[in-house]
């Protein structure tokens, strides 16, 4: 007994020595994370757009400017951008953490139209005939880099260098830009292929060929591989003029990620206290892990050279109470284990065998979101996305692999065969229970008042819809961005003043170290921005830069939220119907519909801000709400399949699913704790930028929390009753019967 008890002690001092390492490893990891504008400041550019024949600007060509700049901002290595339109006619650029300033303006503003024209500069192909995405880094003969082109139409390229090659002078010119008027053969051929001129090469053509060009020049690796990303990330449609640009300050950024380290800090303790609270020894392993977890998620995100935005914190906060959801149902398995008799050691290996198919379906289920939010999302939703998908892989690596690899240890010594309280917090009383043959209590009594419940707030959501609609933020609205940069003190209550007095309506407010930044309703003209300037200038000797924001993007931003709700939706019912039957299926996407309306009704009753985070939390709760519904799900098929399905006589659906709520309500609450608590930590302690999405959140927590439990299986055993009621063969009457006698062979 002796060495059982100093076998625990040696493991739990290196537990506790792995968590303060964990805990110092932490800060230099995080520290060398590479931050968004909003926690780190960047490098902002305002751009003029004209179309390049000189027509007027339309909306589908700004919006294809838009994307084009997408593309060409991912060639930089910068996630996480913010491309604003303003106006008809602009585009403002915010990238984050970027140091070659005078790089990324060339990237952006150059129009990276490719041509080949002949010495007279008559064109002659278009970058058309090209691959798209073929250009390559090389070397020429000499072994100095080069730019290699690979060939799309090599009929038409055959055909033109089968021409230039009887040409008196058969060469031919590789343009970038090319500019009529100004740009000429004649006056670039000396300077071609150096980084002054548009005369990129001039290759003599002697045959004709249709394999891979090589643009040669006197160019440095880096200007090749400029000039390689330039080509593959596309021509702009549009020509870019650089109105003003400045380095926006950290300020913001500093203030914003102390206050989500504070909230961070706050709700990975309180998740902590909870588990060691609930299960004590096991809650203590759980909590090492969870620090290992957000250790990992950190190493993963830094290795894929992701950076670290506020929606990714909110994501990351999200995974560890999603990641603990693991270790409770686990644990709910070996307790149910041990009221069988069973001894700890049997108990630990049927209940993690048990476990692990409905953790796996859980997470599957909440990683086709991710992955549908990820395809179809933009900037912070993209970053939302990719922090929710590393956080499933890590799960499943820490809080089931290396978690159960640490139960599995201390129950092996055996210490805690008869201190099962003090392992998994179980009572003797606890075993007594006989759950399986005792009355079901009638949870699906209660399914109706939480269906009333929800009916009155979605009604009052809609009526409050009608009278005062939502409350769009500058994503989905037209606006102006006034920020004021001034060492004379600025207090919110004095903007307030000044805004009234200008008669603009303030949507939001934000003030860091000497720098204030407000969004306002309306739309400025140009003199009315020369008019705020100058008062603002005036008033607290400020630099004031404003922006007027376009809403050109936001029907394209519905369009995609729309389009990832209704294919998480499908996925999810397809997958359960799969892993489970049709009714389970429709019984679960009933429920998460019923989740994002009541989501949907809270925000419209409490007016908080609709914005592009608020989509984020709606395909957030559609797969997180999933995992609740699973396990109950995956209990109730469980117990089915103890009995003889076709043998279930009138009554017994219900109290199957009964039992099946009673066995896993425990573990949905505690899950749901879980979950909440990070995020209540993050909206007490947090930034208000992420203030969307943590109301949006715990609304579809509690809403999905109870959907999940009463909804659920009331609405599956009320298909099943229909079903069954529908393919319930036909009574056949007594005198059908007798009309069917043929005399002379029946009687």
Known sequence: MKAKRNSVIIRTLLLTALSVLICFVLNPVFKNLKYGLDLQ???????????????????????????????????????????????????????AGVTNQEEARETLSTVASLTFRDTNDNLLMTSEVLESG??????????????????????????VTNRVKDYEDNRIVIWLDFEEGTDSYAASQYTCGTESSHCLS????????????????????????????????????????????QTVGASFGEATLQKTLIAGIVGISLVALLL?????????????????????????????????TLPGIAALLLGIGMAVD??????????????KGRSLESAFKNGSKASFTTILDANLTTLLVAIIMFIFGESSVKGFATMLIINIAVTMVTMVGITRMMMKGFVKTGYFDDKLNLFLHVKKKDLEKETL?????????????????????????????????????????????????????????????????????????????????LRVKDVLADDEIAEVTNYFTNKYQADVDIGVVSNIVAQELIKNAAISIALSLIGIILYVSFRFTFHFGLSSVLCLIH?????????????????????????????YSINNTIVV???????????????????????????????????????????????????????SGILTFNVAMVIGLIAGTYSSIFLAGYIYVKLEKRSAKKNKPKKIRRQEVQEKIIKGIND
Not at 647 to 668: A, Y
């Open 134 to 159: 073929g250009a390559r880094l090389t070397t020429d003969s000499n072994g100095r880099p080069a730019v290699a082109l690979s060939i799309a139409d090599v009929d038409t390229f055959y055909e």
């Open 437 to 517: 043959e005792k009355k079901p209590k009638n949870y699906l009594r209660m399914s109706k008042y939480f269906a009333i419940f929800s009916c009155v707030c979605i009604l009052i959501g809609t009526v409050f819809f009608g009278v005062k609609g939502f409350h769009l933020g500058i994503d989905y609205q037209a606006g102006s961005d006034i920020t004021l940069v001034s060492s004379n003190p600025i207090s919110e209550s004095s903007l307030d003043a000044d805004l009234e007095s200008l008669g603009l309506t303030k949507v939001s407010y934000e003030a860091g170290d000497g720098e204030v930044s």
């Open 326 to 339: 693991a270790n409770v149902l686990t644990y709910a398995r070996i307790k149910e284990e041990l009221q």
């Open 202 to 245: 001039a290759a003599t053509v002697n045959q004709a060929f249709a394999s891979d060009v090589i643009i040669q020049g006197n160019f440095t690796e880096e200007q090749a591989q400029n000039l390689v990303d330039l080509i593959n990330s596309g021509s702009l449609p549009a020509k870019l003029t650089e109105v003003s640009s």
């Open 276 to 308: 060691i609270f609930v299960y004590h020894f096991a809650g203590f392993i759980s909590s090492v892990c969870i620090l290992l977890y957000t250790l990992l998620v950190f190493a993963v995100f830094w290795l894929v050279g992701g950076v670290l």
């Open 633 to 687: 799900f995956d209990r109730i098929r469980e117990n089915r399949k103890k009995k003889d399905s076709a043998k279930l006589k009138e009554g017994e659906l219900e109290d199957l699913v009964n039992l099946s709520i009673g066995q896993t309500m425990s573990r949905s609450i505690y899950t749901s704790l879980t979950t909440l608590l990070p995020i209540i930590a993050l909206m007490i302690f947090g930034s």
């Open 41 to 95: 400041g960047g490098f902002e550019i305002l751009y003029q757009v004209t179309p390049l024949d000189g027509s007027k600007m339309t909306k589908e060509k700004l919006t294809s400017t838009y994307h084009s700049m997408s593309r060409r901002i991912d060639s930089l290595g910068v996630s996480e951008p913010e491309i604003i339109l303003e106006g008809n006619d602009k585009i403002r650029v915010r990238l």
């Open 595 to 623: 989740d994002a309306l009541m989501m949907v009704a809270g925000i419209l009753i409490f007016q908080v801000e609709v914005n592009s985070m608020f989509i984020v939390a709606i395909l957030t709760i559609i797969g």
